[in-house]
């Protein structure tokens, strides 16, 4: 009886066992593994965040140790592509973009149940690496500050933070020559120019030497205005240097009171956004000078109708109003009948832009309109039929996928810096629709870090037609 017993307890140990270990067991059978090396350069690149892009939205990830090696256990088993998504803080490194770009360096592995896969991933062969200084302007090392380093013609660029003697290295750049600066201080930032990178050489970059000046003056003032004329204006103020470019922009406080820092030595010209008022104030290096007190009024309306090519009522269309000096007085959309509406414009010669119209017309040029003061003021806009410029962009005799495509007027609306974009398909063509009529510039840009150098060439688009682009050869 004891023995039967005892047989019968060795039974049911056996099945419990059975029930606990089966579930695991089960699950070893339904993922596998994969282990393998990132290099960059012909070296290990470590601490680098591996993924794994499965079917539909089955995603997982492993990062690589100091030898660049990674290894990610129990991965469900089907197919997927490995790739390098992220990189460590000095440099950025992206090998895929799912859907979209070219898979120059992604893997494709099938991670089979209760196996181990092996994927090795080389991250753009052709790096390099600039080492230089930073000084303070007194000469003395720049400690912990941020250096940043562009490429000139392909994707990339890196950072890192100078050392206690001013030092710094940025490793893993993408062969290239590339611009350096020191971007966040207090002093006035520094620029310098790198010769182009050699694979798996060090290239010493100028000593960065910071300036105190000239970018050390301000211009302070006031801004009255009456409360319901706040509520619908934000009442910024816009520095222009004597070239006419924008050097300071500020918002005044509950007091209306403004401060430009950061200026340089000269005179420059203050702004009260969208109202035409202006003056030219002169400010010495380091010192502090004052711009008085500019007084906002409730001002006029300017108002209109954007109609579509064909005459109808375009609604929805984006509208912006700026006045003579380029700032804004106000944005906003038309109505169900085209119609759009903008108070507060002061007297003065004020620009209409349609920045977007619905629908397959081309926005319509800016129109300028002169406020008298206290009337108001119509400007109606009609949108052109668009046209279309078409392309293709190859490398070595084929097609190429993924290069983003940009179009920019050559002249022209300043508010339309870029009016189409585009990516390529798997034979390198592409089509940018919407555009109104005149001469543009097609800039590619291969989105791969270490890709192909940038290109361009110009093309004419006329009114409601469509228009070949010289082929783009990328290097």
């Not at 052709?126 to 380093?149: D, F, N, Q, S, W």
């Not at 409360?227 to 222009?240: E, I, Q, Y």
């Not at 592409?430 to 940038?454: C, E, M, Q």
């Amino acid at each position: 009886m004891i023995e039967r017993l005892t047989t019968w307890v060795a039974i049911a140990a056996v099945v419990l066992a059975g029930l606990v270990a089966g579930p695991a067991q089960a699950a070893d059978h339904e993922h596998g593994a994969v282990t393998g090396a990132i290099t960059a350069g012909g070296g290990p690149l470590p601490r680098v965040v591996v993924s794994f892009q499965g079917a539909g939205s089955v995603r997982d990830s492993s990062a690589t140790d100091s030898g660049g090696r990674y290894a990610r256990e129990r991965l469900a088993a089907g197919e997927y592509t490995a790739f390098v998504e992220a990189a460590k803080a000095d440099t950025f490194l992206t090998t895929y973009y799912p859907g979209t770009v070219r898979k120059i360096d992604a893997r494709p592995v099938q991670v089979r149940a209760g196996q181990t896969s092996s994927v090795d991933i080389a991250v753009c062969d052709e790096l390099g690496h600039i080492r230089g200084r930073v000084l303070t302007p007194a000469g003395k090392p720049a400690k912990g500050l941020v250096v940043y380093a562009q490429a000139q013609n392909r994707t990339g660029s890196g950072h890192t933070s100078t050392d206690a003697r001013g030092y710094y290295v940025i490793k893993n750049l993408p062969v290239d020559s590339y611009t350096v600066t020191v971007p966040w201080t207090s002093w006035s930032p520094q620029t310098v120019t790198t010769t182009k990178l050699r694979t798996g050489v060090t290239t010493t970059a100028r000593t960065l030497r910071l300036d105190a000046g000239p970018g050390t003056s301000t211009i302070v003032g006031t801004v009255t205005a009456a409360k319901s004329v706040r509520k619908k204006h934000a009442l910024g103020v816009t520095a222009f240097d004597s070239k006419g470019r924008i050097v300071g922009t500020d918002l005044p406080d509950a007091r209306g009171r403004f401060v430009l820092t950061g200026l340089r030595a000269g005179t420059h010209t203050i702004v009260l956004d969208g109202t035409n008022q202006s003056r030219k104030v002169k400010v010495k290096r380091a010192r502090t000078a004052s711009a008085g007190t500019f007084a906002r009024g409730a001002g006029t309306v300017i108002s209109g109708v954007v109609k579509t090519s064909r005459g109808g009522r375009a609604k929805r269309a984006e509208v912006v109003v700026t006045d003579r000096y380029g700032t804004w007085l106000g944005q906003t959309r038309t109505d169900a009948r085209g119609r759009y509406r903008l108070p507060g414009a002061i007297s003065g010669r004020y620009r209409v832009h349609v920045l977007q119209v619905r629908g397959a017309d081309a926005a319509p040029r800016p129109k300028t309109v002169t406020v008298k003061r206290g009337k108001r003021a119509t400007a109606n806009l009609r949108a052109a039929r668009a046209a279309t410029l078409s392309g293709r962009v190859v490398a070595a005799g084929k097609g190429v996928r993924g290069i983003s495509v940009q179009v920019s007027p050559v002249k022209g609306d300043p508010l339309r810096r870029f009016v189409g974009a585009a990516v390529t398909k798997a034979d390198g063509s592409y089509s940018v629709s919407g555009l109104p009529a005149g001469t543009y510039r097609i800039s590619t840009f291969d989105p791969y870090v270490g890709g192909y150098l940038n290109g361009s060439t110009t093309a004419t688009a006329r009114q409601g037609k469509g228009a070949t682009v010289r082929t783009i050869t990328l290097r």
